[in-house]
Structure formats: structure tokens, C-alpha cells
């Protein structure tokens, strides 16, 4: 490092926390890192998972992100914080918010503060179900243009019109009150720029065109006719959202004078267009045409860009949409995904650990500190601990096969109404069997979208992973290779979102002239390639045959 180089700031809101990640655009190498998490929602506060109800306050957002930027520069030093050129943004999808004129959430006002409704809506809240369905419905049988179209053919509970629908349905302060709604990756550069009447907003593209039905063929968001029809209560919304919407590389504008002196940088930094952030960790891992990139975390999203030409004319089936610019400018980007992935698995911990939260305080003394550290280390270790046994246990060997749908089915083919099944245990079934059972079943849902892809035509040439998963679960991960029996190739870098994040912003400021050579330059290659067994993918070939057809049992049994 030297006084010659820039620096660009990528800033990566997930669902438990957001981190901050500084990186040299001259080099790729990354100077300082910091994370930041939710305090609010580290409590549960505003959530109800039993209704699949997920609310986050804007405060947590606020409070983390200046912590994790500025600790982020502090550690950098000086010299880095005088040379930032620019900062981009990415944050979980589709996760809106309601604002009033001024483009300020509704929970940030004080009569709204304690009210979930008014609170951003995290993406894997499923409180919409209902709505999604009816979006569905009328989008079949109007008589007009299918919107869903474009998205695969279904509408999610998790995406923005079935959340605004739901919240004005059942909140009648919030429907009067609320002028417009607002993406969380499209707030927070607004914020950071002093940008935030809602018509003045620059919308992610690949916000709009995933989740919101927004395309160039439809002249911009479903008709005003479609959207009266689904529910008066829609009326007018339209004009006060967006027609035009932007990609990655193009700039919001600079750091207004409030957050430049909050972080304690100039005002001239950039501050890009917002994304989503597995658009941006594909970035970020080095995505190239013809390769899918799993973003490996709670869920997963599979992403892919291919040249408009190269796609048949129909749009592909069942996936979570596909929309030209919104991964890299000039490519058509394509997603799939799971609803639970790692979840799953924390699910079976979870549920191992019943024990240690409601038993072993009866019949421990509460004040022996011997205690609470041998539970917080079972916590810990747990997962490793199963993992490491569930890989002695072989592929015939359980017996057991499980479905992964515990948070509902994202792709192929939508359906949140679904849940997860586990079929063929017996009295010698034990906890590493059943866990490789979860685990098996995550990586057959991993080869349903694959195998979705390539019959709609569209070739998979390689495999990248990234994200929590594929850095820290090598059993995991030989799993799903084995499954999908194809070579995967791990992302070295440790926060490839927030490095997505941080190339963006090189671009949208000019210091590089497009994604492909922030890539190149700011890339971290790969740390390692995972192979298939041929034997265990032959076995795993047949299982997979059982997890199809204990799928269709399951869901058409509405169990």
C-alpha cells in the first residue's frame, strides 16, 4: 500500500448483521474489516416465527452501519480513510419498507416506532402467503399480460407487492400513512446521499426486475389496471414507486455532509447504485457467463448471467426471475434459490439442544458458572460434532430420506406453503443419520435447480460457492458435489459479498471502467475445488429419485 492507491468501502447488510470491507481497488487486497450486528433483532424483538412474521427497525440498520463503517476506517488508518473513492451498498431482497413524503420510515416516526408493520419486512418473512397466491392467480386468468412472467411464472410471499399488499390489508395506520415503499438496498444509499423523496430514489434494477414484476416489455411495474384489480387499495401506488431503475455500476451520487462527517470522510466519496447481495457476492466470487454461482448461507441463491441473445425466446420456468443487467451490466442475470439451507441445520441443533435450555437449569444450581460454559460449548461445537459423524456414516446406510423445504420451496416452482418432511427412520435411527439425511436432502434441492437450468436450456459450465457454508463445511460441501457431480470451486475470500459490494463501487465511480475489470484486478480467486466421488454419485443418483417422488407425495398430499 501507498499513497498512490484508492480505496472503495463495500458494505453487505445480512439478515443477523452488517459488515463493512475496505478494500485496495488498485490491488484486490482487503485492508479492514468490521462486523456490526442488529441489536434489536439479536433480542427477537418485533418477530413472531411462529406466524413466519420477520420485522427489522430501521435503527439496527442505522446504528450498525455507522458503527461498522467508521471501526472499519479507524482500523484502516489515515492514510486509507484519505484516499476512499467510493462506497456501494448490498442488503437482503426483498426486504421493503413503508415511507411518508419525505422518504423517511414509518418507524423511525415516533407514533409508528413499536410497530412491526412499519418496520422494514426481512425477506424471509412469509406473512404474505395469501397475497402472493392472488397475485398468481390474477396474473393467469385476467385476461392481460402475465407479469409473473419474467419471474419464473410464480409470485413469493417473499416479494414486495405480496408484503405491501398484506401490511395495508391488516394495518389501517399504516395504509394511511404510507406514501410509497422503499427496497432496503435502495434506502441506504439514499440515506447515505441526502436522496430520499421517494420519486427522486434511484431503484436497483435487480430489486425491481426479481421481485417487483418491474420490466423494459411491461413499460416499467405492472399496469395500473393489473394492480387495481388485485385490491383497490393499490391505487395510484404505481406513480408514486418508479419507472426507470439502475445497475450496479451507476452512481446514486456523493456522501451527503451528515454521514461523511459520521464516518469521518470527504464528501466527494461515491456512493454506487444498491443490489441485493447474492447479485453482488456473485460479483464478488468471480461470476462469468455459464457459471452458477451458490451464495451458501441460511438459504442460498443461485445466480448465472448469459448474453441476451444465448436465451431461448421463452423465459425460463420456475425461478426467481430473470432480469437483463441486474448481476453484470450488459448480461442477463438469472436467479434460483432455497428458502433454508443452513437453517435446516441449525434446525436439527436447535432442536438437539431442548435439553440444555429447559432441563439442565432444573437440575444444575443457576449460579454454577461450570454450567453455562459447558452449554454455551455443546452450542458451538455441535454442528462440527454431527458433521463429523454424519461423514462415517454411509450413503445406504440411513435408511433415511428428508425433504428440504422447512421455510417453505423458493425454486423451482415457488410454493411457501410447503414444509419439510423426514421419511424412512427407524428405532436405529440416530442423530448423525438423521442429520445426514438434512444434509442430503439441502444438496438434492441444490440439483432440482440445476437440473431446472439445463432443461430450460440453459448449460452450466462450472460452479463457484461462496458464503458461510462453503468456507466453513468441507462435509457439507462434498455432499452437494457429490449430489450435483460437478466440480465447485470455493471463492477465497472470506466476505465475497462485501468485495461484490466494494467492485461495484469502483465502477459506479469510474475508477474502473466496467465489473469484468474490477473483477480481474479486485478478484481473490479460489481456495480450494471440491470433486465428486463417482461411486457415492451414483448412490446419491437413486436417493435423489426417492427425494423427487417423497416431494410429489408431500405436495400433493397438502400435508
Known sequence: MNNADHFSIGVDFGTDSVRALIVNADTGEEVATHVAFYPRWQT???????ENRFR???LDYLEALEECVTEALNHAGEIVRQH?????VDATGSTPVAVDKKGIPLALKEEFMDNPNAMFILWKDHTAIKEAEEINRLARTWGGEDYTKFEGGIYSSEWIWAKILHVLRIDERIREAAYSW???????PALLTGRVIPESIKRSRCAAGHKAMWHEEFDGLPSESFLNKLDPLLKGLRERLYRNTHTCDEPVGTLSPVWAGKFGLHTGVVVGTGAFDAHLGAVGGGIEPYYLSKVMGTSTCDMMVVAPEELKREPVKGICGQVDGSIVPGLVGLEAGQSAFGDVYAWFSQLLQWPLEHVLPLVSR????YVGRLRNEIRDSLIDQLSDAASKVSTEQTGAIALDWLNGRRSPDANQTLAGCISGIKLGTDAPAIFRALVEATAFGARAIVERFVEEGVRIDGVIALGGVAKKSPFVMQVVTDVLNRPIKVVRSEQAVALGAAMAA?????YHSDIETAQRIMGSGYERTYNPDQYRAGVYNDLYMQYLQLGRFIEHSNV
Do not use: F, M, R, T
Not at 427477537?44 to 411462529?50: L, R
Not at 443457576?366 to 458458572?369: A, G, L, S, V
Open 44 to 50: 427477537g424483538e418485533y418477530c413472531n416465527p411462529g
Open 56 to 58: 427489522q427497525h430501521p
Open 84 to 88: 476512499v473513492i467510493a462506497l456501494s
Open 182 to 188: 422503499v427496497e432496503h438496498c435502495d434506502y441506504i
Open 366 to 369: 443457576k449460579d454454577d458458572p
Open 506 to 510: 469502483s465502477v459506479a465511480c469510474g
